[in-house]
């Protein structure tokens, strides 16, 4: 399991550092959208969704995605109100009968919308940043410390529960060890890069965006167990699915932009 786990960082971890820091900026799109329809893939597959609200919920995430491509990010909460408004829309135009599954249905392929492709675009958003690619990089940083760090914490120190019924392998000591190693991560990857000042708020956010990204790993967690499941997928050995893997990320993109764009 560890092998397998630290094999997939070896060879994923690179690439992704390579495609966001040195390689074009189409390639670096064309690698989100992959992972993009990857994650939605497990999510459907979680969800086990009926073809027309899965196939609205795919259309929608390329709309907002192609919002931002276009760089019409003052068409960007528009483009949100269609891609909603477009899963709803082809249920009935199709001719669903009324039923509670047909409303459940549409409501995952709405939230796949908003708790999956909302973040992607908000991450091509944050990379036109002048110091968009440092970011991503930043949070990237964080994330995988304060997972790595919550893991080992965890496994080794491990001895209160922190949500047994929602993920029983999650203890508090994971979770403030992992607070810990995103925390120092995060400052130590802001001195080297000078992206911000090193100041009190930046440690507020750090402690902030960490936590963010822990709620993000308990939300997929609890999606999961709604469905009876344990891993969103198999693509990653070691790691389960892809959005096993970015589900903190999911969470604290939205409050990094906020931040970035707030400064």
């Known amino acids: 399991m ?59 995430s390329l709309l907002l995605l192609l919002t931002i491509l276009m760089g019409q990010m003052y068409f960007f909460p528009l483009s949100v109100f269609f891609a909603v408004l477009l899963c709803l829309s082809f249920a009935i135009v199709l001719n669903y009968s009324p039923s509670k599954e047909v409303i459940q249905d549409i409501g995952a392929s709405v939230l796949s919308v908003v708790y999956i492709a909302i973040p992607f675009s908000l991450i091509m958003v944050i990379y036109r940043h002048p110091f968009g690619k440092a970011w991503i990089l930043f949070l990237l940083c964080v994330v995988i410390a304060g997972d790595t760090g919550a893991f080992y914490f965890g496994r080794y120190l491990g001895r209160h529960k922190l949500h047994k019924k929602v993920s029983p392998n999650k203890t508090w000591e994971g979770a403030v060890g992992g607070l810990f190693c995103s925390t120092v991560a995060g400052l130590m990857f802001i001195r080297a890069f000078k992206i911000s000042s090193f100041s009190y708020k930046t440690i507020c956010f750090l402690i902030f965006i960490s936590m963010v990204a822990q709620m993000g790993d308990l939300a997929e967690s609890f999606i999961k167990r709604s469905f009876g499941k344990k891993d969103s997928g198999s693509i990653l050995p070691g790691h389960g699915g892809v959005l096993d893997r970015i589900d903190s990320l999911l969470f604290a993109i939205p409050f990094l932009y906020g931040y970035i764009m707030g400064r």
């Open 2 to 60: 560890h092998l397998k786990r630290w094999l997939t960082a070896f060879v994923l971890l690179p690439l992704t550092i390579y495609v966001i820091g040195f390689s074009p900026s189409w390639a670096f799109y064309v690698f989100l959208i992959f992972f993009l329809f990857l994650a939605l893939k497990e999510f459907y597959s979680i969800t086990s969704i009926s073809f027309v609200p899965k196939f609205s919920g795919y259309i929608s």
